[in-house]
């Protein structure tokens, strides 16, 4: 057997990461894998966090397990941050190892009680998704989702792929900054996707790894809690480490909204795909978010945290467009002021990439996804220059 081993494909953004940090050139700009990055470059530690491990949160004595389904204080806390006000008899929270570990748990949890269900994913979507759901052994499918033509959401074809499919079907969505476009549907929008799921009687999974980095921590939120208001059973699956900015210590949550289920069972269900994967999740980054989230003062401190990185993305494609445009004024890049979040498809093609990586030290992940949150004011200019030149000449993106 370990004769025989197959090569493993570098993951195409952590491969990067890697390439991006044994990089010896002084001047390189990692627009590549999601981290927020603040205006020094840094990855920032938040206020609101540090004042929570100041005040003892997290670790302080001996280490002992958390319960399989986390703790009760941390669960009640994600449950108001996805769902808000919504009556909780219906809904079921589990800590998880981040948002990848909510994605697998919610994946071997519907392998588990509907195995031969379909994933329908977006056309293009984050470039694990396909891994964790075909890994957990469902059937893994597409529906389209960024319009090439128009830059933005192709609600026709995704509503007519919705349409079609068999009850019971799982669709896989994005609720805000869609990964790796930044194009995020407009409510009316989500309202006729909305409809033919109810219609169709599929089974909506949210991947929230950004609530609170579009236009807010309630807006972002504002398709799943559309979601329990209709009546319609969802997932979740929720990331902390960008929001909370503790990438290292995997901390995030899957939900389920299920209002047919007896929840003790479902609770059930869960722990048992937990136990058989991880058996229970880390202890302290959840220690820290619980804190934040319950405490009114370090909630309110965090949210405006939040708002500021918020305004600091917007702020760099508002930048980056300006300086474009001026570069290359026959060429749109109103792309970029048009997209949500950490990320912007680009639309550069792979010797366009590969010539940013090479000649300037910008990395892109080779899709064309650019993670605006590595941008600051040091690097704008460096970034527009090598952006402008690649794309001199090119019918642009
Ligand atoms: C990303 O999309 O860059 C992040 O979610 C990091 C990852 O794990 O891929």
Redesign the pocket.
């Known amino acids: 057997m370990f004769d025989r081993l197959p090569a493993y494909a570098e993951d195409p953004?952590?491969g990067l990461f890697e390439a991006f940090k044994a990089d010896p050139r002084d001047r390189k700009i990692n627009l590549g894998?999601?981290i927020y990055c603040d205006e020094e470059g840094c990855v920032p530690v938040l206020a609101s966090v540090r004042a929570a491990q100041a005040a003892g949160a997290g670790l302080q004595g001996p280490s002992t397990y958390l319960p399989t389904e986390g703790g009760e204080a941390y669960r009640r806390a994600v449950r108001e941050l996805v769902f808000g006000e919504a009556d909780a008899a219906d809904i079921v929270v589990v800590q998880t190892v981040a948002g990848?570990g909510a994605l697998k748990a919610g994946a071997d949890l519907l392998k588990a009680l509907q195995p031969d269900a379909a994933v329908w994913m977006p056309d293009p979507t984050?470039a694990?998704h396909a891994a964790i759901f075909g890994g957990a052994g469902l059937r893994v499918e597409r529906y389209p989702y960024y319009d090439k033509a128009t830059g933005g959401f192709d609600l026709a074809g995704a509503l007519a792929t919705l349409r079609k499919l068999p009850a019971g079907s799982v669709v896989l969505l994005h609720p805000c900054c869609h990964?790796p476009t930044g194009v995020d549907p407009s409510q009316a929008e989500w309202h006729a996707l909305l409809d033919a799921i109810g219609e169709r009687g599929l089974l909506p999974f949210f991947d929230m790894?950004y609530q609170g980095f579009a236009q807010g921590v309630d807006e972002d939120a504002w398709a799943v809690r559309e979601c329990v208001l209709r009546g319609v059973a969802c997932l979740v699956a929720s990331s902390f480490s960008k929001i909370f900015s503790l990438y290292g210590e995997r901390v995030g949550a899957l939900s389920v909204h299920a209002p047919a289920a007896d929840k003790a069972r479902l609770l059930g269900q869960i722990k048992r795909v937990i136990r058989r994967s991880y058996s229970c999740p880390p202890a302290q980054g959840a220690a820290l978010v619980e804190a934040v989230l319950s405490n009114p003062a370090w909630n309110a401190q965090w949210r405006g945290e939040l708002d500021g990185m918020r305004r600091r993305l917007r702020t760099m494609r508002i930048r980056l467009h300006g300086l474009l445009a001026e570069a290359l004024p026959q060429k749109d890049f109103g792309f970029l002021t048009a997209q949500n979040g950490m990320f912007s498809h680009s639309g550069l093609r792979p010797s366009q990439i590969e010539a940013l990586r090479t000649r300037f030290g910008v990395y892109l992940v080779a899709s064309g996804r650019l993670c605006v949150a590595g941008l600051n004011d040091a690097n704008l200019d460096h970034v527009s220059t090598a952006l402008a030149e690649v794309c001199a000449g090119e019918v642009g993106p």
Do not use: H
């Open positions: 953004i952590l894998i999601g990848t984050w694990n990964n790894a």
